[in-house]
């Protein structure tokens, strides 16, 4: 009961961190490098796409392991919301609150905001663009990128290669844009 | 079946990143505000552990599971993909909350509309794939 207790609690980031860590060991140990914006490349090479370039004529048969991990990612989201539930709801900080309250995002302790991550908002303009616009830059950008965060922040600093600290401080550069720039000409009325 | 390792740290990771609240769009809301300790301290300290793993495998020359040398990624030296694509990514993942890891992970978590997301990340990768040669490397 205790090691349950523990669980369902949110983990502190000193455990956190040392146990992503742990994941990209793990995969090393098996013989593979820990990236998931690779899966990307491999679902749109399974799905026909090296028929329209040579970016996904690749042999993706040696990458089915990284589809057998995400899979693995979706049933271990399922099992942590499910059999490890947090007994409180998410906490975050009271500026970011108040800041996201201006621009009528509401915190109502759900893990995202309800009110624009939803089938009906899809249809919605600012749903378009949190969802599918973001989705597509997250795609676009981590292929361009040759990486994601797993990839490049965690494996590649890592493993200090100094590509990795660029895409990284373009990611920051990114979503600083995207959170101080864009984000009040999109949200504020 | 030599593959089923993969589902067992997938769901691991999976877990991990569900009970850190890293999947959190607000978690990054917060660390794009500079409001909060929790992201960076994650980030950190998976790569302070990280480094002192990579350096313990290649110090002490760590072999796979299957006895061959472990072998990481290195990576060619420029700017313009890195930083351009990074900024690219960085957009997306302030809009989204999502890289690519918790999209998938959040699905799990009940969150089926992240399905839009991932086809949306997928037609990225695909008219990525689509120009590449036109934009700078």
């Excluded at chain 1, 998410?90 to 009528?104: C, F, M, P, V, Y």
């Excluded at chain 1, 303009?125 to 981590?142: E, H, N, P, Q, Y």
């Excluded at chain 2, 072999?63 to 997306?92: A, E, M, Q, V, W």
Aim: contains cysteine; charged residues 10%.
């Amino acid at each position: 009961m205790i090691l349950i207790d523990f669980l369902s609690n949110p983990w502190p980031w000193f455990i956190s961190g040392p146990m992503i860590a742990l994941v990209m060991f793990l995969l090393l140990w098996a013989g593979e490098n820990f990236g998931v914006s690779s899966t990307l490349r491999t679902i749109c090479s399974i799905s026909g796409a090296s028929k329209h370039s040579s970016y996904f004529d690749f042999d993706w048969k040696s990458q089915t392991w990284n589809i057998i991990f995400i899979t693995g990612s979706v049933i271990g989201g399922f099992v942590a919301s499910t059999y490890f539930q947090s007994p409180e709801s998410l906490s975050i900080s009271t500026n970011t609150i108040n800041d996201l309250a201006e621009l009528g995002i509401n915190f109502n302790s759900d893990i995202v905001p309800s009110e624009l991550f939803n089938w009906d908002s899809v249809s919605t303009l600012k749903g378009f663009l949190i969802m599918i616009l973001g989705g597509f830059l997250v795609g676009f950008g981590a292929r361009w990128a040759g990486g994601c965060t797993s990839g490049h922040a965690i494996s590649g600093l890592s493993n200090l290669q100094t590509p990795s600290l660029i895409a990284v401080v373009g990611f920051f550069i990114g979503g600083l844009i995207m959170t101080f720039l864009i984000f009040p000409l999109i949200f504020l009325k | 079946m030599k593959q089923i390792k993969f589902l067992f740290i997938g769901i691991l990771f999976g877990i991990i990143m569900t009970k850190s609240e890293v999947i959190s769009w607000f978690r990054i809301q917060e660390m794009f505000r500079f409001q909060s300790f929790h992201m960076y301290g994650i980030i950190g300290s998976a790569i302070i552990t990280g480094l002192i793993l990579v350096k313990t495998i290649k110090r002490n020359k760590l072999k796979t599971i299957y006895g061959d040398s472990i072998k990481f990624n290195d990576k060619k030296l420029s700017i313009p993909r890195y930083l351009f694509g990074g900024i690219i990514f960085g957009l997306g993942w302030a809009l989204t909350g999502a890289c690519p890891g918790p999209m998938f992970i959040m699905i799990g978590n009940g969150y089926a509309v992240f399905l839009i997301v991932i086809l949306s990340a997928l037609l990225g990768t695909y008219v990525y794939g689509l120009i590449q040669h036109k934009l700078p490397h």
